[in-house]
């Protein structure tokens, strides 16, 4: 029977045994079925062969199955009559018996790839002939494109503010923008050490064999393990090759969460300045009356408010009139000559000054604080009052009430005993001097980085808009279902029909591997336009700080492109059960490795291609029109930020997949040249990012470790498949529940010591005697010039109490003074900053000032 397997196998049912011998030869395997056989690379239960061959297959009057010569043929009549029925989404050629099965989507694939060539064409010629054009807005394009240099990494630290050294700079151990980019460079060295050791205990698995044969092996080597013991030499390599991943993978957590902890500890940040107010009323406009507040109850004067504007509606109002803000200091600095900016008649100022301030409070407002100590201090005060607040309030009060209803709303908190509406007796409650207004109770929290801060995003009814991310999520992992069910699991169907044939024709073998390449092709690109559109989600979703926006996109589109990669080999295996037959190993890692280095492939390109088309459209766009403005012109020529959360995207997807190659099969050549691409990938990737960040994106400040977290956590996937390679060799057949147990205990236990690992390098931060003032001048941002409502309104309503200051801007630092202007130009910069500044609103009693108005 052995050998007739190898033929293609044979069955026979013992009940048809007499039956059929008077037609048919004797079948030599009656009565010896006793394990599966192999039909070709399809693994199959030969128990009722006779009555039912597999699809792709048919039988003979001898009751034996054979491969169809058709690839991807579903029903078969026989090598004389051809095809009946091809696969789902494939069509026959012809209608003659030779006829083969083609992939209707490659058709679809043909013309998308054939439209995407003559429109990148054309677009190419367009760029030619328009560079062959004169310029008609030289000037512009010459200040736009010094902007676009300025908005890349400086380092100003040094003098003249020059470009990092791309060979000097250690971006693995200096904090250039952050601690962010430190840990991703961090994240890109582990993988290049994993995967160099992973390679070679992959290949170790090959030589372990011809350890066994001695001279009698392809590669002539000593007979180190004898042939019996080969089973248990297998093991240990499979457990070795966890074992060595799981130590390496743990060390490299261990490794990030100290150096968060080293930079918390060690450098400095405006967040231990700064808390976070939230319980305000919409009307609560003016900083001064907030800093009042504060300070009475403090009893010490505090640094500055920034308050928390709901600006949604007003967004492109209030980013066009810091972009002509920042375009009128520029003229008068001198950056560029006023003939070439957009300047218009500010007839507009009054009207401008009353929408401003129109535009309600959020409920949240940012206070600093000029010493640590005094942060320290509002947090145990404030944390004293809303312990009495909980235990006195007896009434609710509406902290988005209109001005006009408020005082309706007093009295409804407890002042004393027996006092109040709903009076309790021996109830204590609040004083009313340490309520905003005498009734609303305010909080205080950590406030983030204020570089992190994304300030469009605040509402004063912030909707359940993470539902969009939801919503998108779950439509991207319906649309990968579904596609992967209709036009790729076929495919994979179509490559066992492949593989079962001995000797394919050349046409056989260019349609089966077109066949896959256009899967494989589909599916990278189809993993960028998940990645886009969940990119998308996430920034609609209003997420108030960059880094937790980051984190979600990270989870959603690393699940959605790692169930896009292997779904189709799932739902082939899925359909394939049904008939008793099953995706071999080696189909399955000869898959994935397609799959890998299109990505791989594809993700490169787009790196490339998307960016590079952004660029020369707006700068051929600025170079031929004539009136366009410097200020239009650097918004459209002005890079694009470093994108950290995509790229651990692309990484973790890649990882992902090489171990779901180690768990199919560890001894198989494409996982051994899977895991040396990743090696060499990942060495690509780290030093092409490095240029990326200091020389190509513009300055990314990224202060927190967040992404790195969660980073942390998913690494429970490919953890988890590597886990599967020992546990196939360990696995318990006769209590298949226990083999179950172990792998959701290896789950766990990643997820635990992911924790473990943070918790025990929790920062113990002593307070600094550094003022804030000091550690505010080492970094261009902080808490008022990131908020544009909060810069518009000191330019329009200026006050001692609230100055007028310039916004931060990437490319315009210089605006900041100190360290990150060129030279030392303060005086100009304070008389340009004075210009700016606009007159109290018209129709208001002469002093009155907008910001002292309650």
């Given at each position: ?197 992973i390679s070679l205990l992959l290949l170790i698995g090959l030589v372990l064999p011809e350890l066994s044969k001695g001279d009698d092996g392809v590669i002539p080597l000593p007979r180190a393990i004898p042939k019996k013991d080969m089973g248990i030499a297998f093991k240990v390599h499979a457990v070795a090759i966890y074992i060595v991943s799981f130590i390496i993978a743990v ?201 992190g801060i994304q300030w469009e995003n605040f509402a004063v009814q912030r909707g359940m808009k993470i539902i969009r991310v939801i919503v998108t999520l779950l439509g991207a992992m319906l649309l990968v279902l579904v596609v992967g069910a209709v036009m790729f699991a076929p495919a994979v169907l179509y490559e066992m029909s492949y593989g079962d044939i001995g000797k394919p ?95 791989m492939v594809v993700t490169e390109l787009s790196g490339y291609f998307v960016p590079g088309w952004r660029y020369w459209s707006a700068y051929f766009w600025v170079r031929q029109s004539r009136f366009v403005s410097v200020r239009e012109a650097e918004l459209a020529l002005t890079s694009p930020e470093f994108p950290m959360a995509t790229r651990y995207v692309d990484l973790m ?202």
């Amino acid at each position: 029977c052995a050998s007739l397997s190898a033929q293609r196998g044979c069955a026979h049912d013992e009940a048809m045994g007499e039956a059929t011998e008077g037609w048919a030869t004797h079948n030599p395997c009656d009565h010896e079925i006793t394990t599966p056989y192999f039909i070709g690379k399809l693994a199959m239960a030969a128990a009722d062969c006779a009555a039912h061959c597999p699809m792709t297959t048919y039988q003979d009057n001898a009751q034996i199955c054979h491969s169809c010569p058709i690839v991807g043929c579903e029903t078969c009549a026989g090598a004389d009559r051809g095809c009946e029925a091809c696969l789902i989404f494939h069509i026959r050629s012809s209608s003659e018996a030779d006829a083969q099965c083609l992939f209707l989507y490659g058709a679809l694939f043909a013309a998308g790839a054939l439209f995407s060539m003559c429109f990148v064409m054309l677009g190419l010629l367009r760029f030619c002939c328009l560079g062959l054009s004169s310029a008609r807005s030289p000037g512009v394009l010459r200040e736009s494109l010094a902007h676009r240099r300025r908005a890349k990494v400086h380092d100003y630290s040094l003098p003249g503010n020059p470009f990092y050294s791309y060979d000097d700079t250690n971006v693995r151990r200096s904090s250039i923008s952050g601690v962010g980019p430190m840990l991703y460079f961090r994240f890109i060295a582990f993988l290049v050490m994993l995967c160099f050791f992973i390679s070679l205990l992959l290949l170790i698995g090959l030589v372990l064999p011809e350890l066994s044969k001695g001279d009698d092996g392809v590669i002539p080597l000593p007979r180190a393990i004898p042939k019996k013991d080969m089973g248990i030499a297998f093991k240990v390599h499979a457990v070795a090759i966890y074992i060595v991943s799981f130590i390496i993978a743990v060390n490299w957590m261990a490794q990030q969460d100290r150096a968060v902890k080293t930079d918390v500890e060690e450098e400095p940040h405006l967040r231990n300045y700064a808390l976070v107010a939230e319980g305000f009323p919409k009307s609560a406009r003016s900083p001064h009356e907030v800093k009042a507040f504060f300070e009475s109850i403090l009893g010490f004067e505090v640094e500055g408010i920034s308050i928390a504007y709901d600006h949604a509606e007003e967004r492109t109002f209030v980013h066009d009139r810091l972009g002509r803000a920042i375009e009128k200091a520029d003229t008068h600095l001198g950056v560029y000559p006023s003939e070439l900016s957009g300047l218009e008649s500010q007839l507009g100022d009054s009207q401008d000054g009353y929408v401003l301030d129109c535009l309600m409070c959020s409920g949240f407002a940012f206070v600093v604080f000029s010493r640590e100590e005094d942060r320290e201090f509002c947090m145990r005060r404030f944390a004293e009052i809303d312990r009495q607040v909980r235990q006195g309030l007896v009434g609710s009060t509406n902290a988005a009430s209109d001005d006009e209803n408020e005082e309706t709303h007093s009295l409804l908190l407890k002042t004393g005993p027996g006092k109040g509406r709903t009076s309790r007796p021996n109830a204590g409650g609040p004083s009313r001097a340490v309520l905003f207004r005498g009734k609303f109770p305010v909080r205080v929290g950590h406030a983030p980085e204020p570089c992190g801060i994304q300030w469009e995003n605040f509402a004063v009814q912030r909707g359940m808009k993470i539902i969009r991310v939801i919503v998108t999520l779950l439509g991207a992992m319906l649309l990968v279902l579904v596609v992967g069910a209709v036009m790729f699991a076929p495919a994979v169907l179509y490559e066992m029909s492949y593989g079962d044939i001995g000797k394919p024709t050349i046409e056989q073998f260019w349609v089966a591997n077109i066949e896959r390449g256009v899967v494989a092709a589909s599916t990278a690109v189809g993993n960028r336009l998940l990645i886009a559109a969940l990119k998308k989600a996430s920034a609609v979703s209003g997420f108030l700080q960059r880094v937790n926006e980051d984190a979600v996109f990270f989870i959603c589109a690393y699940s959605t492109c790692v169930v896009n990669s292997v779904i189709p080999l799932v739902i082939a295996d899925v359909v394939a059960m049904t008939d008793r037959v099953t995706v071999s190993g080696t189909l399955s890692v000869s898959w994935l490795f397609q799959v890998l280095w299109m990505c791989m492939v594809v993700t490169e390109l787009s790196g490339y291609f998307v960016p590079g088309w952004r660029y020369w459209s707006a700068y051929f766009w600025v170079r031929q029109s004539r009136f366009v403005s410097v200020r239009e012109a650097e918004l459209a020529l002005t890079s694009p930020e470093f994108p950290m959360a995509t790229r651990y995207v692309d990484l973790m997807h890649c990882w992902t997949l090489v171990c779901a190659m180690v768990a199919v099969d560890a001894t198989s050549v494409y996982t051994v040249c899977a895991q040396v691409l990743m090696l060499f990938y990942s060495v690509y990737v780290y030093f092409f990012d490095k240029y990326a960040l200091l020389r190509i994106n513009r300055q990314t400040y990224y202060t927190s470790p967040k992404l790195n977290s969660a980073v942390h956590y998913m690494c429970v996937v490919p953890l988890s498949f590597l886990f599967v390679c020992p546990l196939q060799h360990l696995r318990v057949e006769t209590i298949p529940v226990a083999n179950i147990a172990a792998f959701l205990g290896n789950t766990a236990l990643v997820l635990i010591i992911a924790r473990l690992c943070q918790k025990c390098n929790e920062p113990r931060r002593e307070l600094s005697d550094i003022p804030y003032v000091e550690v505010a001048s080492l970094m261009p941002y902080n808490y008022f010039n990131t908020n544009p409502v909060h810069v518009l309104r000191t330019l329009h309503f200026p006050s001692i109490v609230v100055p007028p200051l310039y916004p931060l801007v990437p490319g315009k630092e210089y605006l900041q003074g100190g360290q990150f202007a060129d030279y030392d130009d303060s005086v100009r910069l304070r008389e340009t900053l004075m210009l700016l500044a606009k007159t109290p609103l018209k129709g208001i009693d002469m002093g009155a000032n907008p910001q002292d108005l309650s």
